[in-house]
């Protein structure tokens, strides 16, 4: 099994800045992609960004411009950087990554708050 530990969120001013991180541990043969989701109070789980085995990147249209998605070099760690910072993206943020174990598997983090308020 993959454990998923995120950390990095926090309250901030719009306008603001904030660096979420995320790491994997456990028994991991290779990574198929990692990525960020975030689910607002009364809303649906949505994809922020994810990067993929290969270092492709997609993001929501709604952050395009303003959040960029890295990893470390072991690709085991993914970092979520969020710059100008909107009221909107309050959320809990969800780390999600597809793992070889060597089975394929699917694990989600437990969550870290997000809170963009004057």
């Known amino acids: 099994q993959v454990q998923l530990v995120e950390s990095g969120g926090g309250l901030v001013q719009p306008g603001g800045s904030l660096r979420l991180s995320c790491a994997a541990s456990g028994i991991i043969y290779s990574v198929s992609a990692m990525g960020w989701f975030r689910q607002a109070p009364g809303k649906q789980r949505e994809l922020v960004a994810r990067i993929i085995n290969g270092g492709t990147t997609n993001y929501a249209d709604s952050v395009k411009g303003r959040f960029t998605i890295s990893r470390d070099n072991a690709k085991t760690t993914v970092y979520l950087q969020m710059n100008s910072l909107k009221p909107e993206d309050t959320a809990v943020y969800f780390c999600?990554?597809?793992?070889?174990?060597?089975?394929?598997?699917?694990?989600w983090g437990r969550g870290t708050q997000v809170t963009v308020s004057s």
């Open positions: 999600n990554g597809n793992f070889l174990t060597p089975h394929p598997r699917e694990s």
